[in-house]
Protein backbone atom coordinates (compact mmCIF):
# COMPACT_ATOMS: atom_id res chain seq x y z
CA UNK A 1 0.00 0.00 0.00
CA UNK A 2 2.25 2.52 -1.42
CA UNK A 3 -0.12 5.65 -0.33
CA UNK A 4 0.24 4.59 3.24
CA UNK A 5 3.46 5.92 5.06
CA UNK A 6 6.00 3.34 6.02
CA UNK A 7 6.90 3.06 9.66
CA UNK A 8 10.56 3.36 9.01
CA UNK A 9 9.87 7.01 7.47
CA UNK A 10 7.64 7.55 10.34
CA UNK A 11 8.43 6.37 13.95
CA UNK A 12 12.29 7.44 14.14
CA UNK A 13 12.18 11.08 12.82
CA UNK A 14 15.18 12.71 13.95
CA UNK A 15 16.25 9.23 15.75
CA UNK A 16 18.94 6.95 14.76
CA UNK A 17 17.21 3.73 13.93
CA UNK A 18 18.28 0.64 15.71
CA UNK A 19 20.32 -1.45 13.85
CA UNK A 20 18.69 -4.59 13.32
CA UNK A 21 21.33 -7.14 12.69
CA UNK A 22 21.17 -10.94 11.73
CA UNK A 23 20.79 -13.05 15.39
CA UNK A 24 24.26 -14.82 14.88
CA UNK A 25 27.54 -13.96 14.13
CA UNK A 26 29.44 -17.01 12.79
CA UNK A 27 33.32 -17.06 13.17
CA UNK A 28 35.57 -18.84 10.46
CA UNK A 29 39.26 -18.48 10.06
CA UNK A 30 40.15 -20.40 7.18
CA UNK A 31 38.94 -20.27 3.61
CA UNK A 32 37.16 -23.74 3.46
CA UNK A 33 35.51 -22.83 6.75
CA UNK A 34 34.66 -19.77 4.79
CA UNK A 35 32.89 -21.74 2.08
CA UNK A 36 31.24 -24.20 4.01
CA UNK A 37 29.72 -20.96 6.02
CA UNK A 38 28.83 -19.29 2.90
CA UNK A 39 27.38 -22.96 1.78
CA UNK A 40 25.47 -23.08 5.09
CA UNK A 41 24.11 -19.05 4.25
CA UNK A 42 22.95 -20.19 1.29
CA UNK A 43 20.35 -22.88 2.36
CA UNK A 44 19.17 -21.11 5.50
CA UNK A 45 19.07 -17.38 4.20
CA UNK A 46 20.58 -14.42 5.70
CA UNK A 47 19.78 -15.26 9.38
CA UNK A 48 23.09 -15.50 9.95
CA UNK A 49 26.80 -13.42 9.84
CA UNK A 50 29.88 -14.31 8.63
CA UNK A 51 33.24 -13.23 10.29
CA UNK A 52 35.73 -14.20 8.02
CA UNK A 53 38.67 -13.74 11.11
CA UNK A 54 41.86 -11.96 10.02
CA UNK A 55 43.45 -12.46 13.68
CA UNK A 56 43.11 -15.96 15.26
CA UNK A 57 42.77 -17.27 11.74
CA UNK A 58 45.81 -16.22 10.18
CA UNK A 59 49.15 -17.47 10.42
CA UNK A 60 51.96 -15.56 11.82
CA UNK A 61 54.42 -13.95 8.50
CA UNK A 62 51.39 -14.83 6.32
CA UNK A 63 48.49 -11.99 7.03
CA UNK A 64 48.14 -9.87 4.51
CA UNK A 65 47.90 -13.42 1.80
CA UNK A 66 45.34 -13.98 5.00
CA UNK A 67 43.53 -10.89 4.48
CA UNK A 68 43.03 -10.56 1.07
CA UNK A 69 41.90 -14.35 1.05
CA UNK A 70 38.69 -12.82 3.45
CA UNK A 71 38.56 -9.99 0.89
CA UNK A 72 38.13 -12.41 -1.86
CA UNK A 73 35.65 -14.65 -0.37
CA UNK A 74 33.65 -11.19 0.37
CA UNK A 75 34.02 -10.05 -3.01
CA UNK A 76 33.07 -13.39 -4.55
CA UNK A 77 29.67 -14.28 -6.11
CA UNK A 78 28.76 -16.60 -3.71
CA UNK A 79 28.39 -14.08 -1.20
CA UNK A 80 24.94 -13.68 -2.07
CA UNK A 81 23.44 -11.76 0.86
CA UNK A 82 25.98 -9.17 1.58
CA UNK A 83 26.38 -10.35 4.81
CA UNK A 84 30.13 -11.19 5.33
CA UNK A 85 32.59 -9.08 7.32
CA UNK A 86 35.89 -9.63 8.84
CA UNK A 87 37.69 -9.39 12.37
CA UNK A 88 40.71 -7.56 12.19
CA UNK A 89 44.39 -7.85 14.41
CA UNK A 90 44.10 -5.90 17.52
CA UNK A 91 46.31 -2.28 17.82
CA UNK A 92 49.89 -3.81 19.60
CA UNK A 93 49.88 -6.19 16.60
CA UNK A 94 52.03 -5.19 14.15
CA UNK A 95 50.05 -5.83 11.24
CA UNK A 96 46.39 -4.23 12.20
CA UNK A 97 46.39 -1.13 9.77
CA UNK A 98 48.21 -3.48 6.78
CA UNK A 99 44.83 -5.53 7.74
CA UNK A 100 42.44 -2.61 7.17
CA UNK A 101 44.01 -1.22 3.92
CA UNK A 102 43.71 -4.58 1.88
CA UNK A 103 40.31 -5.78 3.21
CA UNK A 104 38.73 -2.10 2.67
CA UNK A 105 40.73 -1.48 -1.02
CA UNK A 106 39.88 -4.93 -2.09
CA UNK A 107 36.26 -5.55 -0.25
CA UNK A 108 35.25 -2.70 0.86
CA UNK A 109 32.47 -2.15 -1.21
CA UNK A 110 30.48 -5.61 0.08
CA UNK A 111 32.25 -5.69 3.72
CA UNK A 112 29.37 -5.57 5.99
CA UNK A 113 31.52 -4.60 8.74
CA UNK A 114 34.99 -4.77 10.54
CA UNK A 115 35.08 -6.14 13.81
CA UNK A 116 37.67 -4.77 16.38
CA UNK A 117 39.16 -6.67 19.13
CA UNK A 118 40.73 -6.48 22.37
CA UNK A 119 40.52 -3.00 22.45
CA UNK A 120 42.52 -1.18 25.76
CA UNK A 121 40.21 1.99 25.86
CA UNK A 122 37.73 4.36 23.81
CA UNK A 123 40.84 5.63 22.27
CA UNK A 124 42.26 2.31 20.73
CA UNK A 125 38.57 2.47 18.96
CA UNK A 126 38.53 5.69 17.83
CA UNK A 127 42.31 5.36 16.72
CA UNK A 128 41.10 1.78 14.66
CA UNK A 129 37.57 3.88 13.30
CA UNK A 130 40.16 6.83 11.53
CA UNK A 131 42.47 4.17 10.26
CA UNK A 132 39.22 3.10 8.26
CA UNK A 133 38.31 6.33 7.29
CA UNK A 134 41.22 6.66 6.40
CA UNK A 135 41.71 3.81 3.98
CA UNK A 136 37.82 4.63 2.64
CA UNK A 137 38.69 7.99 1.47
CA UNK A 138 42.33 6.69 0.04
CA UNK A 139 40.35 3.61 -2.04
CA UNK A 140 37.58 5.82 -2.69
CA UNK A 141 35.38 3.92 -0.79
CA UNK A 142 32.12 5.95 -0.40
CA UNK A 143 29.88 4.01 1.56
CA UNK A 144 31.03 4.32 5.96
CA UNK A 145 31.53 0.29 6.93
CA UNK A 146 30.29 -0.10 10.25
CA UNK A 147 32.02 -1.11 13.12
CA UNK A 148 31.87 -3.81 15.91
CA UNK A 149 34.21 -3.93 18.78
CA UNK A 150 35.01 -6.82 21.19
CA UNK A 151 34.85 -6.27 25.02
CA UNK A 152 37.38 -8.05 26.70
CA UNK A 153 39.90 -6.09 28.62
CA UNK A 154 39.65 -4.00 31.63
CA UNK A 155 39.73 -0.60 29.86
CA UNK A 156 37.34 -1.77 27.67
CA UNK A 157 34.51 -2.47 30.10
CA UNK A 158 35.34 0.59 32.00
CA UNK A 159 34.86 2.17 28.62
CA UNK A 160 31.93 0.63 26.96
CA UNK A 161 29.61 3.28 27.02
CA UNK A 162 31.88 5.85 25.49
CA UNK A 163 32.94 3.26 22.81
CA UNK A 164 29.02 2.60 22.22
CA UNK A 165 28.51 5.87 21.95
CA UNK A 166 31.01 6.57 18.97
CA UNK A 167 30.49 7.30 15.58
CA UNK A 168 29.63 3.68 13.11
CA UNK A 169 29.67 1.14 15.74
CA UNK A 170 26.67 -0.73 15.90
CA UNK A 171 27.49 -3.89 17.72
CA UNK A 172 29.35 -4.60 21.55
CA UNK A 173 30.87 -8.03 21.16
CA UNK A 174 31.17 -9.91 24.59
CA UNK A 175 34.74 -11.77 24.50
CA UNK A 176 34.35 -14.08 27.29
CA UNK A 177 37.61 -15.85 27.15
CA UNK A 178 39.98 -13.05 27.02
CA UNK A 179 38.09 -11.47 29.66
CA UNK A 180 38.33 -14.62 32.36
CA UNK A 181 41.75 -14.89 30.96
CA UNK A 182 42.59 -11.13 31.92
CA UNK A 183 41.93 -11.54 35.65
CA UNK A 184 44.67 -14.22 36.52
CA UNK A 185 42.72 -16.88 38.49
CA UNK A 186 40.63 -15.11 40.53
CA UNK A 187 37.68 -15.86 38.38
CA UNK A 188 37.78 -19.66 37.75
CA UNK A 189 38.24 -21.81 34.23
CA UNK A 190 34.41 -23.06 34.92
CA UNK A 191 33.25 -19.64 34.08
CA UNK A 192 33.70 -19.78 30.71
CA UNK A 193 31.34 -22.00 30.02
CA UNK A 194 27.73 -22.91 31.77
CA UNK A 195 26.46 -22.33 34.29
CA UNK A 196 29.92 -20.59 35.68
CA UNK A 197 29.28 -18.21 32.78
CA UNK A 198 25.85 -16.84 33.83
CA UNK A 199 26.65 -17.16 37.84
CA UNK A 200 30.02 -15.64 38.02
CA UNK A 201 29.56 -12.60 39.95
CA UNK A 202 32.39 -10.37 37.63
CA UNK A 203 31.14 -11.94 34.34
CA UNK A 204 27.04 -11.47 35.21
CA UNK A 205 28.54 -7.69 35.79
CA UNK A 206 30.64 -7.43 32.66
CA UNK A 207 27.29 -9.15 30.53
CA UNK A 208 24.94 -6.59 31.99
CA UNK A 209 27.36 -3.37 31.74
CA UNK A 210 27.75 -4.31 27.98
CA UNK A 211 24.05 -5.14 27.34
CA UNK A 212 23.43 -2.00 29.06
CA UNK A 213 26.10 0.55 27.40
CA UNK A 214 25.08 -0.90 23.77
CA UNK A 215 21.16 -0.98 24.33
CA UNK A 216 21.40 2.51 25.61
CA UNK A 217 23.55 3.80 23.02
CA UNK A 218 21.21 1.97 19.93
CA UNK A 219 24.08 -0.37 19.45
CA UNK A 220 23.55 -4.28 19.31
CA UNK A 221 24.53 -6.05 22.38
CA UNK A 222 26.30 -9.67 20.92
CA UNK A 223 26.41 -12.04 23.39
CA UNK A 224 29.94 -14.78 23.37
CA UNK A 225 29.89 -18.11 21.88
CA UNK A 226 29.09 -21.35 23.60
CA UNK A 227 31.89 -23.64 23.61
CA UNK A 228 29.48 -26.75 23.56
CA UNK A 229 29.52 -28.00 19.71
CA UNK A 230 27.46 -30.91 19.52
CA UNK A 231 24.38 -30.89 22.30
CA UNK A 232 21.53 -28.87 20.50
CA UNK A 233 19.63 -28.40 23.86
CA UNK A 234 23.12 -27.16 25.88
CA UNK A 235 23.44 -24.32 22.98
CA UNK A 236 19.82 -23.50 22.79
CA UNK A 237 20.06 -23.18 26.33
CA UNK A 238 22.74 -21.03 26.47
CA UNK A 239 21.63 -18.59 23.91
CA UNK A 240 18.17 -18.00 26.03
CA UNK A 241 19.60 -17.16 29.00
CA UNK A 242 21.63 -14.74 27.19
CA UNK A 243 18.56 -13.00 25.57
CA UNK A 244 16.08 -13.63 28.15
CA UNK A 245 18.27 -13.20 31.13
CA UNK A 246 21.07 -10.64 29.65
CA UNK A 247 19.14 -9.01 26.72
CA UNK A 248 21.79 -9.79 24.36
CA UNK A 249 19.91 -9.83 20.55
CA UNK A 250 22.60 -11.74 19.12
CA UNK A 251 25.20 -14.17 19.80
CA UNK A 252 28.86 -15.74 18.11
CA UNK A 253 28.58 -19.07 17.05
CA UNK A 254 31.87 -21.31 16.18
CA UNK A 255 30.63 -24.25 14.44
CA UNK A 256 27.44 -24.81 11.79
CA UNK A 257 26.00 -27.00 14.53
CA UNK A 258 25.32 -23.66 16.46
CA UNK A 259 23.52 -21.31 14.09
CA UNK A 260 20.09 -22.81 13.94
CA UNK A 261 19.82 -23.27 18.32
CA UNK A 262 21.06 -20.21 18.41
CA UNK A 263 18.81 -18.40 15.88
CA UNK A 264 15.75 -20.43 17.39
CA UNK A 265 16.37 -18.83 20.58
CA UNK A 266 16.84 -15.45 19.65
CA UNK A 267 13.28 -15.34 17.69
CA UNK A 268 10.49 -13.08 19.34
CA UNK A 269 7.64 -15.14 20.54
CA UNK A 270 5.07 -16.24 17.97
CA UNK A 271 1.97 -14.95 19.61
CA UNK A 272 3.74 -11.11 19.81
CA UNK A 273 4.76 -11.21 16.21
CA UNK A 274 1.20 -11.74 15.53
CA UNK A 275 -0.09 -9.22 17.65
CA UNK A 276 2.60 -7.01 15.75
CA UNK A 277 1.50 -7.33 12.89
CA UNK A 278 -2.17 -6.60 13.71
CA UNK A 279 -1.02 -3.00 15.62
CA UNK A 280 1.05 -2.00 13.03
CA UNK A 281 -1.47 -2.44 9.77
CA UNK A 282 -4.45 -0.81 11.99
CA UNK A 283 -2.04 1.88 13.07
CA UNK A 284 -0.79 2.48 9.75
CA UNK A 285 -4.21 2.57 8.48
CA UNK A 286 -4.40 5.73 11.63
CA UNK A 287 -1.57 7.44 9.57
CA UNK A 288 0.49 6.81 12.62
CA UNK A 289 -1.67 7.96 15.41
CA UNK A 290 -3.40 6.49 18.56
CA UNK A 291 -5.31 3.23 18.37
CA UNK A 292 -7.25 0.74 19.92
CA UNK A 293 -6.28 -3.52 20.05
CA UNK A 294 -7.87 -6.19 21.97
CA UNK A 295 -8.87 -2.98 24.78
CA UNK A 296 -5.75 -1.41 25.01
CA UNK A 297 -4.41 1.71 24.18
CA UNK A 298 -1.00 2.15 21.31
CA UNK A 299 0.38 4.70 20.16
CA UNK A 300 4.37 5.75 18.30
CA UNK A 301 5.76 4.30 21.48
CA UNK A 302 4.48 0.60 21.25
CA UNK A 303 4.65 1.31 17.34
CA UNK A 304 8.57 1.43 17.81
CA UNK A 305 8.47 -2.03 19.96
CA UNK A 306 6.43 -4.10 17.69
CA UNK A 307 8.10 -2.52 14.36
CA UNK A 308 11.68 -3.24 15.67
CA UNK A 309 10.09 -6.66 16.79
CA UNK A 310 8.39 -7.22 13.06
CA UNK A 311 12.22 -6.98 12.00
CA UNK A 312 13.80 -8.97 14.15
CA UNK A 313 11.48 -11.65 13.42
CA UNK A 314 11.93 -11.10 9.40
CA UNK A 315 15.77 -11.23 9.93
CA UNK A 316 15.51 -14.30 12.12
CA UNK A 317 13.41 -16.21 9.55
CA UNK A 318 10.07 -16.21 11.10
CA UNK A 319 6.82 -16.67 8.89
CA UNK A 320 5.35 -12.69 8.79
CA UNK A 321 1.35 -12.47 7.93
CA UNK A 322 1.08 -12.08 4.59
CA UNK A 323 -0.37 -8.18 5.00
CA UNK A 324 2.63 -7.14 6.93
CA UNK A 325 4.55 -8.63 4.42
CA UNK A 326 3.60 -6.85 1.85
CA UNK A 327 2.91 -3.98 3.65
CA UNK A 328 5.99 -3.48 5.52
CA UNK A 329 8.61 -5.96 3.54
CA UNK A 330 7.46 -5.73 -0.04
Known amino acids: ?????????????????????????????????????????????????????CEDGARAGAEAEHAAMAAAVVMSGDNR????????????????????????????????????????????????????????????????????????????????????????????????????????????????????????PLVVRAKCDIAAAALANGVVPSHNVTTELKDIDYIRRDAERARREFGYLRMWSIHPNQIVPIVEAMRPDFSEVEDASSILIAAQDAHWGPIQHAGKLHDRASYRYYWELLKRASTTGMSVPDDARARFFG
Open 81 to 200: FGRVGARIHDITHTHWEQDVDILVSQAGQRLAFLTIPKPRSAADVVRQIEAIRSAEQKHSIERQIPVHVLIETHGALRDAWEIAALDRVESLDFGLMDFVSGHHGAIPGSAMRSPGQFEH
Open 1 to 53: MPSLPHPESVLFQGEKPFPILPAVDHYAGSEKLMCKALAVQHELGPVFDITCD
